[in-house]
């Protein structure tokens, strides 16, 4: 099983920006969905974003398409979610995520890996 750790969390001003890492280690991540959930106080934990390691292929959230961006670097095994145009509502927990299989998956029962999760507060 992959285990995944999140970091680059912090507090970002609205319209600010900022990056989190998800290093992986385990197995090889080839054939492997990797993404992005968040969670929000009193809120259900939500997909955000998610990519196919093999291709570089993303799929995002409506809520965050045109202002969220995946890559990876293959040679640090680090998933990376470049997040611009922050806004209050994005506050939450972000947590990485893996899965093998098949076709995008936004369900939190789809992954079977997960890391701890950091803290991004966007402060108004």
């Known amino acids: 099983q992959v285990q995944l750790a999140e970091s680059g969390g912090g507090l970002v001003p609205v319209g600010g920006s900022l990056r989190l890492s998800c290093a992986a280690s385990g197995p090889t991540l080839s054939g492997y969905f990797m993404g992005w959930f968040r969670q929000a106080p009193g809120k259900e934990r939500e997909f955000v974003a998610t990519?196919?390691?093999?291709?570089?292929?993303?799929y995002y959230s409506d809520s965050v398409k045109g202002r969220f961006t995946l890559s990876r670097d293959a040679a640090k095994n680090t998933l990376y979610l470049e997040m611009n145009s922050l806004k209050p509502e994005d506050t939450a927990i972000y947590y990485c995520?893996?899965?093998?299989?098949?076709?995008?998956?936004?369900?939190?029962?789809?992954?079977?890996?997960w890391g701890q999760g950091t803290q991004v507060t966007v402060s108004s």
């Open positions: 995520a893996a899965r093998r299989g098949s076709g995008w998956a936004t369900r939190l029962d789809d992954y079977d890996s």
């Open positions: 990519l196919y390691w093999i291709t570089h292929n993303t």
